[in-house]
């Protein structure tokens, strides 16, 4: 490489360095994430006395902490990154009313140490999108036909929660989606337990206990790869349950005892891992060498078979909660008595500790029931036990809230009182006579504006034409708020304007084009303090348009990976991205190209620069050699013919229109250019200098060959010529 050529390299390599020392400068380092906490407190001595409230007022990222107290609140709405925190699972209680409980609309929300009672359709439900959400130590007590908790999403977490159906026939946990994980819980008193369903795949629900429902575990309608272990499934119409093109889905090392059928099958799925399977109070087989797998396996159906039984149960290296944790005393008992399921540990369990409410623990021995000694005041409280191992080891505490009246006087024993039936007129000493009451609520439908407790009151369901003693009969309410969507036939009530209840009215979606009765569709956002909605027009779930209610005015969004590129004034360029996790909204800027892009990038146009230099250099010195060899051969003419110049034949105009192309694709081709140049080399003969005249005798020629620079000149001007 000649010193020209080495000058412009370093000259480039420097121009680089610059420029990316530059660029490298403006990156700026991420700030810490700003979170502050917000108290909550029902008696007043926090910043909010609503959890709503206090979620409402929140930032993204901020802890939401909770005292103790019972909070009648429903319809708990929460669209951003939160943490809500209870100050104690059995005492910090959320009374749903009959409505529904928490509303995750939003990925990353955490929700722990809560007491959530009579919810309504569902206690927690997290939305579609609203994925890596954890819910843990939470008590759910569900009644009716309803859902503990309904997971829509994606890689949510279920941990150490009691989810408790009272009288129910509804589902512990229902869930959709993909890699959610259900795990040491207790989950009883439902019609199914877990449900698995519609194309939902791996999922894991493990080291829970799933006892007294009809279905302990329900995987249908195309789900896939699902594994249920560790579980303890027992006292249930049926274990686990798998049907409706259900395949691949796993269970193995679960302890199945006391249930009337321990599973059924369909399709083909694994009940071991290829070295032990699950314990089946049921096997009948034997174990001839005592490897603690039976010598033959255990069949479920035709397609499904146990082929490592288990000849023993399983015992839990950590001791699992007390379970079914019950009062079984009447209310006006002061005396209150309580049961509870057993703990089950490997090293076995000595007994428990039990106390109500901040009193002292009373350590009661191996026995699974106890009577407080004391007389217990009128009102709330909550009941503990906990489980104390052989080895000393514990665990937390299972709880029950109760309530104590002694002025509840029951003659008859059928749950009324006798002042309550002289109020409603039946008799106080007649077990089958006392005040009907559909929903349950001790109301008597005589006096219940709201007799099948639907959240919609007698009169407006009368107005649309439903059955008020029905609790699944109610006018048809796209959001769930309680405000049908449309009028009401009589005109007595007006419909919801906004049915899908995502703050945008129906009367707007509709000319925007997105779908009044879709919550999904529009998105409310905050930019600099001022509202605005994300909004999908086009109604295939990524947002088109960026919509400003006050001007009515529209601009463009993009969609960007996880985020939203905004352009807010409608200028052409994004002002602003939002982040879909966790509903951040920050000022964009121009993307720079990371490091590891830059360097190929550079050694690609050092490569490019250094062959087309070597080629020049190259191409310069084969002129002046082709030229000068010319010089040497040919004679000069004596005779001097008048200036023009002459082309040998008609190829040599066609090779110097080839090599003009040739020029244009230098960098393509290189190798074959120079062939192209060697052959112009062959093909020219001889240039006669104009102004001279021949002196040869005929079919002989001579010229005078112009100096080097003639030459080049000719040549540029019959490739302009031929240009």
Known sequence: MNRKLG????????????????LSSTVQSVPPIPQATLIVDINGNGDYTSIQDAIDNANPNDIIGIKEGVYRENN?????????VGDNQASTIIDCGGNNGFILDSSNVDIRNLKLTNPGEYAIYVKPDSDWCNISQVIIEAAQKNIGIRIRASSVVVSNCDIVGIGSTGTGIELQEQNNIIKDCNIYGFTVGVLVLIGSHDHEIINCNIFNNEIAVDIRIE??????????????DLGIYIWQNSNNNLAYLNNFWKNDVDANAQGNN????????NYWDKYSGIDIDGDGLGDTPYTISEE?????????????????????????TTMWDDTPSFAWSPSVYSKGVKGYYVKIDNSSETYVGETTSWTSPNNISDGVHTFYVRALGTDNTTNRYATVTFSIDTMFIDTDGDGWSDEEEQQYGTDPNDLDNYPLDIDNDRIPDSSDTDDDNDGYNDDMEISYETDTKDPNSYPTDTDGDNIPDEDAPSGKYTGDVDDDDDNLRDVNETRLGSNPKNGSDAKKVYITGKTYYLVDVTQDGVYDILYEPISDTTTAVEKHNEHYLIDKNGDGT??????????????YEEEILPLIIWIPITIVILFIILIISIYFKRYNYLKYKIFKKREEIIKPPSIRESLRTRVSDKDTVEMISQTKNLLQNIQQDVEVYMEQLRQIEDKIEYTVIEG???TTTPGEKTSKLKNIGDIEEQVDELLSRQG
Request: with cysteine; proline share 4%; glycine share 4%.
């Open 7 to 22: 000058v412009q390299v370093i000259t480039l390599l420097a121009t680089f360095l610059f420029i990316f020392t530059t």
């Open 76 to 84: 708990i709405e929460i669209h951003k990154k939160l943490t809500i």
């Open 223 to 236: 789900s896939y790869d699902n594994l249920v272990s560790n579980c303890n499934i027992y006292v249930n």
């Open 270 to 277: 694994t009940w071991d891992n290829g070295f032990k399977g």
């Open 304 to 328: 499904n078979t146990d082929r490592y039984p288990l000849t023993s149960m399983i015992l839990p290296d950590e001791i699992t909660l007390p379970a079914d944790v019950r009062h079984v």
């Open 574 to 587: 994004w002002d602003y991205i939002y982040n879909t996790v966790d509903g951040s909204m920050s000022p």
């Open 692 to 694: 001279e005249k021949e």
